[in-house]
């Protein structure tokens, strides 16, 4: 609880002065923890003219209190003597490191409401990058972020680690917040959810905790796998999800896999996971990879100056840092600072310095031999007629399409990857890598295909 010294009104110094009374019979009526939570937030600013005015830590307090304590704390402070018929909040300047207007319309993150910290300004819909591998998941989440009719509940975003779930949620939520402030947006971490859940058994709050989280209009609950095996706590997610889908409010899911592939996650909730949208976030591809680099580029030049990267860099980087996002991200954010204290143009052998860790974990593992034989079993030829000299087009365009997918995957040369074709010309190399690179152009089939062989080799 903590006092307004308000100059301009000595009435409103009273009350403030007479609030720590009334909070203290709060704590009485509403228990230790929700005042903890709730009430001891509040800064009484003053009672004027019938108004007491609160300043609340956000607007998901605010409200929560007008919502729930309304009545409870008008009568309370009409018995202390004061006459007043309603309460107002105002949210504290607090979470203004950011700039004011975007401070006021900040979603509420899990974090937020039980801790104080807010979502990552940065992460929102104009600074993803979209490409092949994520434009469903990007399509999805905009659809869900207009805030419209529930279309799919929930929406399950999956993908591995550093491909941009998380920035897709917190985008969503910015989004919302921005076009319907009046809805009640709730971001928070599976884990953050199990530990508030806890905490609540422990508090002996469990209906406290089932009423926020059934109070909100949109729940966002990243990295879902977490709970799996966390038997309680999946139980209790599943009742709230439950809850909120039959008031059809919107929810949106994260995990690093499918739903039906998360280890102990209750077969119940798997498959519920599954009734709305379940959309996956494939590996970068190279495209991605180099529009990332250059938009992110972009953005660290405002802080670090002019600093010159050549495109070869870029491509470089683009295609020997493979799928995480995160690792792109901190090597060029590397390179800047590298390049701004040098106060000279990087060259490649500055990068291969500078970034040698990292490039060494992020060497490609996979060989043109993997190649050839995931290749060969997926079109189901031999492995034989792979490196043969068959040219039959069934044999043919699958040894093409591997010739293709060791120039991509792999660092080796045309003429070594010549060599493992059974001794064929660096030439022979070149054209079949031209020719898919043409087909897939125009054939969907085939570049279905070649997707599904690149992710099951990068796995
Ligand atoms: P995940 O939650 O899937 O592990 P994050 O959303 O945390 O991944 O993304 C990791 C980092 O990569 C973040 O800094 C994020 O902004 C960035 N990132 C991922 N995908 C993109 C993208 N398509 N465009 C721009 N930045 C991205
Ligand atoms: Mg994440």
Same mark, same amino acid.
């Given at each position: 609880m903590r006092f307004a010294w308000n100059e301009e009104n000595r009435l409103g110094c009273e009350v403030t002065d007479s609030w720590a009374g009334i909070s203290n019979?709060?704590?009485?009526?509403?228990?230790?923890?929700?005042?903890?939570?709730?009430?001891?937030?509040?800064?009484?600013?003053?009672?004027? /003219? !019938?108004? &007491?005015?609160?300043?609340? *830590?956000?607007?998901?307090? $605010?409200?929560?209190?007008?919502?729930?304590? =309304?009545?409870?704390?008008?009568?309370?402070?009409?018995?202390?003597?004061?006459?007043?018929?309603?309460?107002?909040?105002v949210v504290s300047g607090a979470v203004a490191a950011r700039p004011k207007a975007e401070a006021a319309r900040a979603p509420v993150s899990g974090d937020d409401v039980l801790q104080g910290t807010v979502l990552d300004p940065k992460l929102n819909f104009d600074n993803f990058v979209v490409g092949k591998p994520n434009e469903l998941a990007h399509a999805a989440a905009r659809r869900?972020? /207009? !805030?419209? &009719?529930?279309?799919?509940? *929930?929406?399950?975003?999956? $993908?591995?680690?550093?491909?941009?779930?998380? =920035?897709l949620m917190q985008a969503i939520a910015w989004e919302l917040t921005e076009k319907r402030p009046d809805l009640?947006?709730?971001y928070l971490s599976a884990e953050k959810f199990m530990y508030r859940f806890v905490q609540a058994l422990r508090d002996r709050e469990i209906m406290d905790f089932k009423n926020i989280f059934r109070s909100v209009d949109v729940l966002m609950v990243d990295d879902v796998q977490f709970i799996a095996g966390k038997d309680s706590t999946q139980e209790e997610f599943f009742h709230t999800f439950n809850a909120l889908v039959d008031q059809n409010k919107q929810i949106v899911i994260s995990a690093d896999r499918a739903p039906g592939e998360i280890k102990d996650l209750e077969a119940r909730i798997s498959s519920r996971m599954q009734c709305g949208l379940v959309v996956d976030l494939h590996p970068?591809?190279?495209?991605?990879?180099?529009?990332?680099?250059?938009?992110k580029a972009a953005h660290f030049a405002q802080s670090y100056g002019s600093v010159t990267i050549s495109d070869g860099i870029f491509e470089f980087l683009a295609h020997r840092i493979s799928n995480n996002v995160r690792v792109l991200e901190g090597a060029l954010q590397r390179l800047f600072a590298f390049s701004s204290l040098i106060g000279q143009e990087i060259t490649m052998d500055m990068v291969q310095d500078c970034l040698s860790d990292i490039l060494r974990t992020s060497e490609r593992r996979v060989t043109v031999e993997e190649i050839q034989r995931k290749v060969a079993e997926?079109?189901?030829?031999?492995?034989?007629?792979m490196l043969g000299p068959k040219r039959t087009r069934t044999i043919a365009r699958p040894r093409q399409i591997a010739m293709y997918l060791s120039k991509e995957l792999t660092s080796r040369s045309l003429p070594e990857i010549g060599r493992r074709f059974g001794g064929r010309d660096h030439t022979t190399i070149l054209h079949g890598v031209r020719k898919v690179e043409e087909m897939r152009a125009a054939d969907s089939q085939l570049n279905e295909d070649i997707e599904l062989l690149r992710r099951l080799l990068e796995n």
């Open positions: 019979e709060l704590r009485r009526e509403v228990g230790e923890s929700n005042h903890k939570s709730w009430i001891e937030p509040l800064e009484c600013l003053a009672i004027k /003219e !019938g108004v &007491a005015h609160f300043r609340a *830590p956000s607007r998901f307090v $605010g409200d929560w209190v007008k919502r729930n304590y =309304h009545d409870q704390i008008l009568t309370l402070i009409r018995n202390s003597g004061t006459d007043v018929t309603r309460l107002d909040f869900v972020a /207009e !805030g419209g &009719a529930v279309t799919f509940n *929930p929406l399950f975003l999956y $993908g591995g680690v550093g491909l941009g779930k998380t =920035h009640q947006v709730l970068t591809n190279y495209e991605l990879r180099l529009g990332i680099l250059q938009r997926h079109f189901n030829i031999r492995l034989s007629d």
